[in-house]
């Protein structure tokens, strides 16, 4: 047990330091960072690089179309798998087991193939540099993992807890909502936080659908020119980069305090 715990300390250290690496260099002044004796902390800690890095030509709104393209087809998604996913694991109809093939295939297939039929849909539907292209694009890719994800915790939930709250009189979406939905929610934060964080890193298809209007782009295509508008600023570029995985970290840390919340509130008879 030792070894093992030995070695995941080892691993969750490997795994760490590039972030830790980059958040420092961030609070870090030009002078400390081209040093050639490196120091693991900032020894005269600095907020400059974040100014330069919030006060960049296009910072604000990179972000706006960000929030706005993640939310809503993480939110698309959420809807549209939870219905998807109870069709499945509740009812019995034709076509139910092709459907469920048709969504691992989904999920298993490479999104990197769909570039270029993409580009030719947005092109030929007149939605290239398209926000709403973009967006429909993320609900697309995040889609099918949710709605496997979500059918397992359904699936994980007898059917008898539903079936006793119709004895007591609910009705069938009643008893969804008051007993099988809050025994949901680990399944709602653990697709929604897969959903958020693919939906924001993602790089290609920005590249592939936004490309005349510049300012329909998002942050990763802003970070990934950082460099090019400042040069080898290294402080500036780690906080734009800590300020790009900052909204990720938030997300993370607001679900996993409530992942556990909903485990028996629906089992209480309301």
């Given at each position: 047990m030792k070894v093992l715990n030995a070695l995941a300390a080892l691993t969750f250290a490997v795994m760490i330091f590039p972030v830790y690496w980059m958040i420092i260099t961030a609070f870090k002044p030009t002078a400390e960072i081209q040093s050639e004796t490196p120091s693991f902390l900032p020894l005269n800690p600095t907020l400059s690089h974040f100014a330069t890095a919030v006060e960049a030509p296009g910072f604000w709104l990179f972000w706006r179309n960000s929030l706005l393209v993640t939310g809503v087809a993480v939110l698309l998604a959420l809807v549209v798998s939870l219905l998807a996913a109870f069709a499945i694991?509740?009812?019995?109809?034709?076509?139910?087991?092709?459907?469920?093939?048709?969504?691992?295939?989904?999920?298993?297939?490479?999104?990197?193939?769909?570039?270029?039929?993409?580009?030719?849909i947005a092109r030929d539907t007149d939605l290239l540099d398209s926000l709403a292209m973009l967006t429909g694009v993320y609900f697309m890719i995040t889609l099918p993992f949710t709605i496997v994800t979500l059918r397992g915790f359904l699936d994980a939930i007898p059917l008898e807890v539903e079936e006793a709250a119709q004895v007591d009189g609910a009705t069938r979406l009643e008893a969804f909502r008051r007993v099988v939905f809050p025994l949901l929610a680990p399944g709602l934060m653990a697709t929604s936080l897969f959903g958020f964080i693919t939906a924001w890193n993602e790089f290609a298809f920005v590249n592939v659908l936004?490309?005349?209007d510049q300012?329909?782009?998002?942050?990763?295509?802003?970070?990934?020119?950082?460099?090019?508008?400042?040069?080898?600023?290294?402080?500036?570029?780690?906080?734009?980069?800590?300020?790009?995985?900052?909204?990720?970290l938030v997300v993370f840390l607001f679900l996993q305090r409530r992942v556990g919340a909903g485990m028996t509130a629906g089992a209480v008879k309301g």
């Amino acid at each position: 047990m030792k070894v093992l715990n030995a070695l995941a300390a080892l691993t969750f250290a490997v795994m760490i330091f590039p972030v830790y690496w980059m958040i420092i260099t961030a609070f870090k002044p030009t002078a400390e960072i081209q040093s050639e004796t490196p120091s693991f902390l900032p020894l005269n800690p600095t907020l400059s690089h974040f100014a330069t890095a919030v006060e960049a030509p296009g910072f604000w709104l990179f972000w706006r179309n960000s929030l706005l393209v993640t939310g809503v087809a993480v939110l698309l998604a959420l809807v549209v798998s939870l219905l998807a996913a109870f069709a499945i694991a509740r009812m019995r109809w034709r076509g139910r087991g092709a459907f469920v093939v048709m969504v691992f295939a989904a999920q298993m297939a490479p999104w990197e193939a769909l570039l270029v039929p993409m580009f030719i849909i947005a092109r030929d539907t007149d939605l290239l540099d398209s926000l709403a292209m973009l967006t429909g694009v993320y609900f697309m890719i995040t889609l099918p993992f949710t709605i496997v994800t979500l059918r397992g915790f359904l699936d994980a939930i007898p059917l008898e807890v539903e079936e006793a709250a119709q004895v007591d009189g609910a009705t069938r979406l009643e008893a969804f909502r008051r007993v099988v939905f809050p025994l949901l929610a680990p399944g709602l934060m653990a697709t929604s936080l897969f959903g958020f964080i693919t939906a924001w890193n993602e790089f290609a298809f920005v590249n592939v659908l936004i490309i005349k209007d510049q300012s329909k782009r998002t942050l990763p295509v802003w970070l990934s020119s950082f460099r090019d508008v400042f040069g080898a600023d290294w402080g500036a570029t780690m906080a734009a980069a800590t300020l790009f995985a900052l909204p990720v970290l938030v997300v993370f840390l607001f679900l996993q305090r409530r992942v556990g919340a909903g485990m028996t509130a629906g089992a209480v008879k309301g």
